[in-house]
């Protein structure tokens, strides 16, 4: 079973960057599809990014050209780079990956497919 870790978060303004990173210690993630998801105060999750286990991407339209997904298998990590801040960026952020049924039998990713293990979630503010 995965043990998801979020890290990266914080506070920063407007326009500003972050990068928030997804560990699984004790675990190896290569073999799974991860995917970034948020919750705002009072909304339903979103799903804004996954990659697959081959490096495939995709992107919500709430942050296609901003985000951008990337996973480093020799340490273990899969990131999200998120530019351009906004303050309707801010959430809670949480990473998850595919259950392995999916993951051994999809070749990509897909953010409305059955995420069978999740992070703890990490603070994002976008204020000035």
């Known amino acids: 079973q995965l043990r998801l870790v979020e890290s990266g978060g914080g506070l920063v303004q407007p326009g500003g960057s972050l990068r928030l990173a997804c560990s699984a210690p004790?675990?190896?993630?290569?073999?799974?599809?991860i995917g970034w998801f948020r919750q705002a105060p009072g909304k339903e999750r979103e799903g804004i990014s996954c990659?697959?286990?081959?490096?495939?991407?995709k992107y919500s339209n709430s942050v296609k050209g901003r985000f951008a997904i990337s996973r480093d298998n020799a340490e273990n990590t899969v990131y999200l780079q998120m530019n351009d801040l906004k303050p309707e960026d801010t959430a809670v952020y949480y990473c998850?990956?595919?259950?392995?049924?999916?993951?051994?039998?999809?070749?990509?990713?897909?953010?409305?497919?059955?995420?069978?293990?999740w992070g703890q979630g990490i603070q994002v503010t976008v204020s000035s």
């Open positions: 990659i697959s286990n081959r490096g495939g991407t």
């Open positions: 998850a990956a595919d259950t392995l049924l999916i993951t051994t039998t999809q070749a990509s990713c897909y953010l409305t497919s059955p995420f069978d293990y």
């Open positions: 004790g675990s190896a993630l290569d073999e799974y599809h």
